[in-house]
């Protein structure tokens, strides 16, 4: 969570900052989309927009368990 919210301040101080990966998507106003996740291992994960004055509406937790 330390992370996401160093992540958040880089993004309020350069909002218009360019994000590649394939474990991230742009959704703007009236779109919906997917993204699917794979996970290999348990455990709490944290996820959150990065977009300025977004982190403290979206974000969230997933819960992995093993099979």
Not at 9 to 16: G, Q
Not at 19 to 34: A, Q, Y
Not at 39 to 54: K, P, Q
Request: charged fraction near 25%; glycine fraction near 8%; charge should be positive.
């Amino acid at each position: 969570m330390c992370h996401m919210k160093e992540h958040a301040e880089m993004m309020r101080l350069h909002p218009y900052m360019k994000h590649t990966g394939s474990n991230r998507i742009d959704v703007l106003p009236g779109e919906h989309k997917e993204l699917i996740w794979h996970f290999t291992n348990s455990g709490t994960i944290n996820f959150a927009c990065n977009y300025s004055g977004r982190f403290k509406m979206m974000r969230g937790k997933i819960n992995v368990e093993a099979e």
